[in-house]
C-alpha cells in the first residue's frame, strides 16, 4: 500500500522558515515526480512545486519562486520543501502528491500557519 506522510508544519512568524518533508512507503519516490500543493481556507488547492522523476528538474507557482526549494533525498525515501521569507498568504494545510500507474496519492497534510 503507497502512503506518503508530511511533517515539518508549525507556526512562524513572517520572514521564517520551515522545512517540510514527504516520506512514502510502499514505493521508491526516486521513480516519480513528486508534488507539492496547498490549500488554504476557502480557497483551491494550489500547485506550490514539482520534482520529476527523469532528471529532478523543478517547477515553482510564481508565488514561491525564489523562496522554496525542493529537492530529494533518495537514502531516505523523501522529498523535501525548504520554506524560506514566509508570509501570512503562505498560510495553508500543504500535501505531497504522486501518482502511480494512474492512480492519484496524496499524503494527510501538515499546517502551516505565517503570522504577521
Known amino acids: 500500500e503507497v502512503q506518503l506522510v508530511e511533517s515539518g508544519g508549525g507556526l512562524v512568524q513572517t520572514g521564517g522558515s520551515l522545512r517540510l518533508s514527504c516520506a512514502a512507503s510502499?514505493?521508491?519516490?526516486?521513480?516519480?515526480?513528486i508534488g507539492w500543493f496547498r490549500q488554504a481556507p476557502g480557497k483551491k488547492r494550489e500547485g506550490v512545486s514539482c520534482?520529476?522523476?527523469?532528471?529532478?528538474?523543478?517547477v515553482y507557482a510564481d508565488s514561491v519562486k525564489g523562496r522554496f526549494t525542493i529537492w530529494r533525498e533518495n537514502a531516505e525515501n523523501s522529498v523535501y520543501l525548504q520554506m524560506n521569507g514566509l508570509k501570512p498568504e503562505d498560510t495553508a494545510v500543504y500535501y505531497c502528491?504522486?501518482?502511480?500507474?494512474?492512480?492519484?496519492?496524496w499524503g494527510q497534510g501538515t499546517q502551516v500557519t505565517v503570522s504577521s
Open positions: 520534482i520529476a522523476s527523469s532528471d529532478d528538474s523543478t
Open positions: 502528491h504522486t501518482a502511480v500507474r494512474g492512480a492519484k496519492y
Open positions: 510502499g514505493l521508491t519516490l526516486y521513480d516519480y515526480a
